[in-house]
């Protein structure tokens, strides 16, 4: 089993920053990638951006490529989502999940392992 612990989130104005945070503990060793989900009101929950296990490659969606960046800190099994210039259709649950998929896997059904959620709100 791996548990997922999500920090961060909020209420944040339109063009401002926020940074999302994930601990991983348990069974890790048998995960290959860690990502980002994010459900907004009334729609299925969508990709955000991933990155490998190791943290040497991350890769987005396209609605967020060049705003939001994904790290993460191999010492403290934790992986962090940067959110820059925000905007009010960023609004939603955030997700972190966990995947022992092979590749760069991007869909809800590749990962096994999910964080709690939390609430970004972007006001205009």
């Known amino acids: 089993q791996v548990q997922l612990v999500q920090s961060g989130g909020g209420l944040v104005e339109a063009g401002g920053s926020l940074r999302l945070s994930c601990a991983a503990s348990g069974r890790t060793f048998s995960m290959n990638a860690m990502g980002w989900f994010r459900q907004a009101p009334g729609k299925e929950r969508e990709f955000v951006g991933a990155?490998?296990?190791?943290?040497?490659?991350?890769y987005y969606a396209d609605s967020v490529k060049g705003r939001f960046s994904i790290s993460k800190d191999n010492a403290k099994n934790t992986l962090y989502l940067q959110m820059n210039s925000v905007k009010p259709e960023d609004t939603a649950v955030y997700y972190c999940a966990a995947s022992s998929a092979a590749g760069r896997p991007n869909t809800e059904g590749d990962y096994g392992y999910w964080g709690q959620g939390t609430q970004v709100t972007v006001s205009s």
């Open positions: 990155s490998t296990w190791a943290g040497l490659s991350t």
